[in-house]
């Protein structure tokens, strides 16, 4: 079974653009949520999705954006690029038992 | 707001070491904990899960977690560790929202 892929790996934005982040999730899982990882604040939830709806949001400002396919993949926007905001950002899938499954994350640098 | 707290942010050990990784959860009610690995290089995968049950649980790679909810802990644990045990580890909690809440992680070196 393949696991969670997540594209791009790396990518390099400067401030003020903005950026797509896609994930598709373990075939079957339906719930894909989303985390930040820095070394600063560690493993943050950013969002999760189930069946195209978002069942949960973090404490992110309105910059952060997600959304689910009818195939169950998701993408997450960052509009207006702040330093800030370079970070690991992980795709996690789940069958809905409770349990994630990681992608191996988008490593975003922003200038 | 709830919070996990790894008091252990680095740990040096010899191979064959006993390992304990202190894991303590703030949520006093029904809650889901994990424990979570990163080698180097690599995505995070889970180690061992407690939903309900037994609080001992076992994971992969002869891990154990023992959940004490008088304690609010939830200690990660191994008998004898080996170079390749080498990794950060995350314990972290779901309270039901299916939004895990981590810990800041500990860093284990084990030394050959």
């Known amino acids: 079974k393949a696991g969670v892929t997540q594209t791009p790996r790396y990518l390099i934005k400067t401030r003020g653009q903005q950026v797509t982040l896609s994930c598709s999730p373990i075939s079957g899982h339906r719930s894909v949520s989303w985390y930040q990882q820095t070394p600063g604040q560690g493993l943050q939830f950013l969002f999760e999705?189930?069946?195209?709806?978002?069942?949960n949001k973090g404490n992110f400002p309105g910059r952060f954006s997600g959304r689910q396919f009818s195939n169950s993949r998701s993408e997450m926007n960052v509009s207006t690029l702040e330093l800030g905001d370079s970070a690991l950002y992980l795709c996690?899938?789940?069958?809905?038992?409770?349990?994630?499954?990681f992608g191996e994350g988008s490593r975003l640098t922003v200038l | 707001a709830q919070s996990v707290s790894q008091h252990n942010h680095h740990v040096i050990l010899s191979e064959a070491a006993s390992l304990e990784l202190g894991c303590n959860y703030s949520y006093g009610g029904t809650v889901n904990l994990f424990w979570y690995v990163q080698y180097p290089g690599q995505h995070l995968q889970l180690l061992l899960k407690y939903f309900s049950g037994d609080p001992l649980v076992k994971g992969i790679k002869g891990f154990e977690a023992e959940f004490i909810k008088s304690k609010f802990s939830f200690n990660l644990r191994k008998p004898s560790v080996q170079w390749s045990d080498t990794a950060e580890y995350f314990c972290?909690?779901?309270?039901?929202?299916?939004?895990?809440?981590f810990g800041s992680g500990t860093r284990l070196q084990v030394q050959p």
């Open positions: 972290a909690e779901d309270t039901g929202r299916r939004a895990l809440t």
């Open positions: 999705y189930f069946s195209e709806t978002q069942r």
């Open positions: 996690a899938s789940s069958p809905d038992t409770g349990e994630l499954f």
